[in-house]
C-alpha cells in the first residue's frame, strides 16, 4: 500500500492485466472506496509525511497481500526478462505510483529530472509484471522492498514480499527500462548507446587482459559499454560488489564476448548464464546464476494482454 491508494482508493488486488490494457485513462473506471476503507497514514502525500510514519508505513508495507507464494516447476524452469521504452509502458498506467511502496515513491520524487523518474518508475512497474507473471499472482498483489544490509536504508538488493524462492532485478537508461525475474540469483542492466565509457573508467573497471582486449579492438569503446553491462549485471545477480567485480575477469570467450552471443559464464567461482541483446537505443544484459533456468526474453503484450 502506499499514499497514492488513499489519495485514489486503489487498493492492492483491484487491478489485473485487463485494466492495463491500453485505454482513454481520463474516462478509466476506478474501483470504489470502499466505506470501511481507511489507512493510519492517510495524510498529504509529502516526504515529511512518509518520514513521519516511516515505522507504520515499513510495517504495512512488509505485510504480503496473500502470499506466501512459490514458483511451480514450469515457471522455475526459466527465467523471464523483458526490456522496453519506459514511456510505452506507463502509456498503460494512470497513476504508476499507485502500485509502489512509500520508500520507492520517495525516492522517485527526489529525482530532479522528469526523464529519470519516468524511466524510476517504469522498471520498478515492469519488475512488478514480471513477478506476476512468473508466480501467476494479481499484479495488484505484487509487493517489492528493499533494504540496505548494511544501513537498513530503502536500497539495496530487491526482495518480493511473500515469496523467498524468487529473485528480481530491474535497470533503467535515458528512456529504457528492463527487468528480470527468476528462481535463481540473476541480474540485469540495460545502457542507452549514447553512453561512452571513457578510457580511464575502461582502465579502472577492467582486469588487465580486458583492457587490452578492448583497446586494440576495432570496436573497443562499443565493446567496453558492454563489458561495464555484464559486469553490472552481475553484481545485481549478487557476484559481488561493483570494485569486487571490476578485479574479476567477466569477458569470457573473446569472441563470443565480441559477438554477445549467449553463453554460460565462470567467473569468481561462480557460473551465470549471460544474455544480451538490444532494443532500441539502448543495450540490455541479463545475468541468471547456474544451475539455472534458461532465460526466456518477454514483450509487453506478453504482460499485458
Not at 508495507?61 to 522496453?84: C, E, H, L, V, Y
Not at 502500485?99 to 527526489?110: G, K, Q
Not at 524511466?119 to 520498478?124: K, Q, R
Not at 545477480?237 to 570467450?253: H, I, K, Q, T
Request: proline content about 6%.
Amino acid at each position: 500500500m502506499n499514499l497514492f491508494v488513499a489519495q485514489h482508493g486503489y487498493k492492492r488486488g483491484e487491478w489485473s492485466k485487463s485494466t492495463l490494457r491500453e485505454t482513454d485513462h481520463t474516462t478509466l473506471a476506478l474501483p470504489a472506496i470502499p466505506k470501511d476503507f481507511a489507512l493510519p497514514y492517510a495524510n498529504e502525500r509529502s516526504r515529511d509525511g512518509v518520514a513521519a510514519q516511516s515505522a507504520t508505513l515499513t510495517e504495512l508495507d512488509n505485510q504480503p497481500a496473500t502470499g506466501p507464494w512459490s514458483m511451480t516447476a514450469p515457471r522455475k524452469s526459466a527465467a523471464f526478462a523483458i526490456a522496453i521504452e519506459s514511456d510505452q509502458l506507463l502509456g498503460r498506467f494512470p497513476f504508476p505510483e499507485t502500485f509502489l511502496t512509500p520508500d520507492e515513491i520517495v525516492r522517485a520524487e527526489r529525482l530532479v529530472h522528469e526523464r529519470a523518474r519516468k524511466d524510476f518508475l517504469a522498471a520498478h512497474l515492469l519488475a512488478r509484471l514480471c513477478v506476476s507473471h512468473c508466480l501467476g499472482v494479481p499484479f495488484g498483489d505484487v509487493s517489492i522492498r528493499q533494504r540496505c544490509s548494511r544501513c537498513g536504508g530503502s536500497h539495496g538488493r530487491p526482495e518480493v514480499v511473500g515469496s523467498s524462492d524468487t529473485y528480481v532485478s530491474w535497470s533503467h537508461s535515458f528512456g529504457y527500462a528492463a527487468a528480470v525475474v527468476s528462481g535463481r540469483p540473476c541480474g540485469v542492466d540495460i545502457e542507452f548507446h549514447g553512453r561512452k565509457i571513457g578510457v580511464a573508467v575502461q582502465k579502472v573497471a577492467s582486469t588487465k587482459s580486458e583492457f587490452e582486449f578492448l583497446r586494440s579492438h576495432e570496436d573497443g569503446d562499443s565493446l567496453a559499454r558492454h563489458l561495464w553491462l555484464r559486469k553490472e549485471a552481475l553484481v545485481k545477480a549478487g557476484l559481488g560488489s561493483l570494485p569486487e567485480v571490476f578485479r574479476l575477469d567477466a569477458m569470457g570467450e573473446p569472441i563470443a564476448f565480441a559477438s554477445r552471443s549467449t553463453e554460460v559464464l565462470n567467473v569468481g567461482g561462480r557460473s551465470f548464464n549471460i544474455s544480451e541483446r538490444s532494443v532500441g537505443g539502448g543495450d540490455v544484459c541479463v545475468a541468471v546464476e547456474v544451475p539455472g533456468p534458461q532465460i526466456v526474453w518477454l514483450g509487453l503484450p506478453d504482460l499485458i494482454e
